[in-house]
């Protein structure tokens, strides 16, 4: 599979970012921490949120186990066929890591967030083993929930993904609480229809436009709005990026969600890799069939177009009449005719009315096919028909004109919906 697919090709999913009503947004230098009350627990369970990634700032950051297996990810140079990892280049000593040997207590990091520490991918596996089955994957700024701890793993889940994890490549604590403020995202969608988005955080403040239901957008915290735009605002709104400029939105009216990447197990990678197979297929198939039928065209136009050649000049003129002023009056359709003999007789032009319907560029009725199409089918009108012959006799209602187009746009004679000079 390919590794170095782009983040939104990741499995992701949505937190809920605080208490129903609260709006969540990071401030410069906060420990990432929800509102919520909830967020005081130190037991995690599942379903708690996000409150329960992003507190616990004040439990005790242990050391690595310097004992620990080394999985290095194997970096999914399994059934998969990834690259091998470099994350083995990072110093364990930089990092906030968890450990079973020191002594410490196995629930110290469990319920808080665990963010991985590489370039590429890591391994997830069904046991804390680096010869155990996989489970799936873990990528970079794939962030998870920590389940338990053993022997220099952890077991975590990151969406859909439930496996264990080497200690040496993953993130915890405080590093992964800035972590995750780097590399997620916080954003407001609309819960009803016809959402105002204001230019102010104000009721009375002028509309930039409204929003439909399921609408998201970017969240723009306290500080950006300090530095941009430098003002406060109350719980009451919330800011959202709106095409470059910042737009405020009731919050009684928006869900505040942390948007964060999580890992794939190894049937959802199985099962995109062959999405996109099948994706891939039905663009080469629809390409050949597309090739295969301009082919066609350009096959059925060449045809047409040796028809139109053989065909006499009165026929091929009354088919361009009939393409370029078909619906004109008649004086109109004579002076399209006296416009090709014109330029028959000029010097400027091919001496032949075949030769000035089909020079390059010059009608674009003939270039397209569509003249000879009408040839092949035989369907040309009487008056098209007689308005050639006419013009051919030398009869010219626009006298040497040699050129036409629609009205409006230049000065000339004007006939019906055509102006001749």
């Not at 794939?142 to 993904?161: A, F, I, P, Y």
């Not at 929003?211 to 969240?219: H, I, N, P, Q, W």
């Amino acid at each position: 599979m390919g590794w170095s697919r782009k983040c939104e090709k990741r499995g992701k999913h949505w937190l809920r970012a605080a208490a129903l009503g609260v709006v969540f947004l990071w401030t410069a230098g906060s420990s990432l921490q929800a509102e919520a009350e909830s967020s005081k627990s130190a037991h995690w369970h599942k379903g708690v949120g996000v409150e329960a990634w992003l507190t616990g700032a004040d439990k005790e950051q242990v050391s690595p186990n310097a004992a620990s297996q080394n999985d290095a990810a194997d970096a999914a140079t399994g059934a998969a066929g990834g690259q091998e990892t470099d994350a083995a280049s990072d110093s364990a000593d930089s990092k906030t890591k968890a450990s079973s040997g020191d002594g410490t207590k196995m629930d110290d990091l469990t319920g808080t967030i665990v963010m991985t520490s590489v370039r590429n991918v890591l391994n997830v596996r069904t046991e804390p083993d680096s010869e155990a089955e996989l489970a799936g994957y873990l990528y970079a700024d794939c962030g998870g929930t920590v389940l338990e701890q053993k022997d220099g793993w952890t077991k975590l889940e990151s969406g859909e993904l439930t496996g264990w994890a080497n200690n040496d490549y993953l993130l915890f604590g405080e590093e992964a609480r800035k972590e995750a403020k780097d590399a997620g995202r916080i954003v407001a969608t609309t819960k009803t229809g016809a959402l105002r988005i204001r230019k102010e955080p104000s009721a009375d403040a002028a509309i930039y436009d409204l929003l439909e239901e399921g609408a998201k957008y970017e969240v723009v915290d306290e500080e950006q709005i300090r530095f941009s735009e430098d003002q406060e605002i109350t719980a009451d709104w919330v800011a959202v990026n709106y095409g470059g400029k910042t737009g405020y939105v009731s919050s009684e009216y928006v869900q505040v969600d942390f948007e964060i990447d999580y890992g794939e197990t190894v049937e959802q990678v199985k099962a995109r890799e062959e999405a996109e197979t099948a994706r891939l297929q039905a663009e080469k198939e629809a390409a050949a069939q597309k090739q295969k039928q301009e082919k066609a065209a350009q096959a059925e136009r060449e045809a047409n177009k040796a028809a139109a050649l053989a065909a006499d000049d009165s026929v091929l003129l009354a088919a361009l009449i009939q393409c370029e002023a078909g619906e004109e009056p008649y004086e109109g359709q004579v002076a399209v005719g006296a416009v090709v003999m014109n330029r028959v007789r000029s010097g400027a032009y091919p001496n032949t009315v075949k030769g000035v319907i089909y020079a390059s560029g010059q009608f674009t009725p003939a270039g397209s096919g569509q003249v000879g199409r009408v040839v092949a089918s035989g369907k040309i009108k009487a008056s098209c028909l007689q308005a050639a012959q006419e013009a051919m006799a030398g009869s010219t209602p626009v006298g040497i004109a040699t050129h036409f187009r629609r009205a409006g746009s230049r000065e000339g004679i004007v006939i019906g919906h055509h102006v001749f000079w």
